[in-house]
C-alpha cells in the first residue's frame, strides 16, 4: 500500500469474512476548506461526511456519484458531501442564520434526515438512474447514522470510524461481506480491535501502517488503492439551466445591477450573464440536460 494521503484503499480481512476501506485526505480536505469557513463542530462533521461518501463508494456499484445529504429544520440546515466514480470529492455545510452549531446530529430535531444517493449515467445517454435510502438522525454521529442506514437498508453489521479536523480527515469502514457465512466470532474480533483505533492515530497515520498495527494478527489483502482529489461539476451550462429554471421574470431580476452574478458555493467559481445573454437563454434550447444542478 502506497502510504500517500487523499486515496481510498480497499482490503479484505478473509479469516473473517470482512471487507474494509480506508480513507485519508490532505490536499483535498485543505481545498474543501478554502472555499468557505466553518465553526469548528461543522467543519469536523463536514470532514466526516467527506471521508463517509468516498469509504461508502468502496464497494458499491457507482458510475456516477454517491451523495450524503443530511437536512433538518433546525441549526444545520443542509450537510451536503458527494464523491464521484473518477475519485473527485465536493461538499458543503449550512447553518441557519444567526444558529448557534449543533452538538451532535441527534440534536437537530424531529424530521432530520439522511439521504444516501447513487446516481449514475442513464442508458443511451438518457436521464440519470438514482437510488436513494434514508434514514432518520436519531444517532448522535455521522458515523452511528451510517452504520443505522446499513442495518436497516442491508441487514449487512458495518462499523464506521470517521475524524476531521483543521489539517486532515480520514475514516475506516469495515463490513461483514455479503453472503458470507454467519461468523459472529470473526466481525467480534475485528470490531473489537477496531475499537482500539484512536482519533489521533486515523488522522496521523498513513494507510499502510495503520492497518497493519491494527491488524497484525490477521490476513490482510490489499484490493488497491484509488487517488482522490476535490472536484466540481459546476459550468456555465449548468449555470443557464439553473436560471432557466427559475423562469424569465426571475432570472432578470437577478441581473437588476447589471448583470447576473452566481457563485459556486462548492469550488467559490464566479459566473456572469448580461441582461441580453439572460434573455437568450429564453429563446435558446438549453445546453443540458434538464437534470442537471449545481448541486
Not at 107 to 112: I, K, P, T, Y
Not at 127 to 147: H, M
Request: proline content about 5%; charged content about 20%.
Amino acid at each position: 500500500m502506497s502510504d500517500s494521503s487523499d486515496l481510498l484503499h480497499r482490503f479484505l480481512l478473509p479469516d473473517a469474512h470482512v471487507r474494509g476501506a480506508h480513507v485519508r485526505l490532505d490536499a483535498t480536505w485543505k481545498q474543501v476548506l478554502s472555499h468557505a469557513g466553518y465553526p469548528d463542530a461543522i467543519e469536523a462533521l463536514l470532514g466526516e461526511a467527506l471521508v463517509a461518501s468516498a469509504l461508502l463508494s468502496a464497494h458499491t456499484k457507482v458510475e456516477g456519484r454517491l451523495s450524503l445529504q443530511a437536512r433538518s429544520s433546525g441549526a444545520l440546515r443542509t450537510l451536503f458531501a458527494e464523491c464521484t466514480a473518477a475519485g473527485t470529492l465536493r461538499g458543503i455545510a449550512r447553518l441557519a442564520e444567526g444558529a448557534v452549531p449543533p452538538q451532535d446530529l441527534a440534536s437537530l430535531g424531529d424530521g432530520a434526515m439522511l439521504a444516501v444517493t447513487i446516481e449514475n449515467p442513464g442508458l443511451g445517454g438518457g436521464e440519470p438512474v438514482r437510488y436513494q435510502g434514508l434514514v432518520p438522525l436519531e444517532s448522535p454521529t455521522l458515523s452511528g447514522a451510517l452504520e443505522d442506514y446499513f442495518d436497516r437498508s442491508e441487514q449487512l453489521p458495518t462499523r464506521l470510524i470517521l475524524a476531521a479536523d483543521g489539517e486532515r480527515a480520514a475514516g475506516l469502514l469495515l463490513q461483514v461481506l455479503p453472503g458470507a457465512d454467519s461468523d459472529d466470532d470473526g466481525w467480534n474480533r475485528i470490531s473489537l480491535l477496531a475499537a482500539t483505533l484512536g482519533r489521533g492515530e486515523l488522522l496521523d497515520l498513513p494507510a499502510d501502517i495503520l492497518l497493519t498495527r491494527l491488524f497484525h494478527q490477521e490476513v490482510l489483502q490489499d484490493l488497491g488503492a484509488k487517488p482522490l482529489q476535490f472536484g466540481c461539476s459546476c459550468s456555465q451550462g449548468r449555470v443557464e439551466d439553473m436560471l432557466r429554471a427559475l423562469g424569465r421574470d426571475e432570472a432578470h431580476a437577478a441581473a437588476e445591477t447589471g448583470q447576473a452574478e452566481i457563485i459556486c458555493e462548492f469550488c467559490g467559481q464566479h459566473y456572469h450573464l448580461s441582461p441580453g445573454e439572460i434573455e437568450q437563454l429564453f429563446l435558446a434550447p438549453p445546453t443540458v440536460t434538464p437534470s442537471s444542478r449545481l448541486q
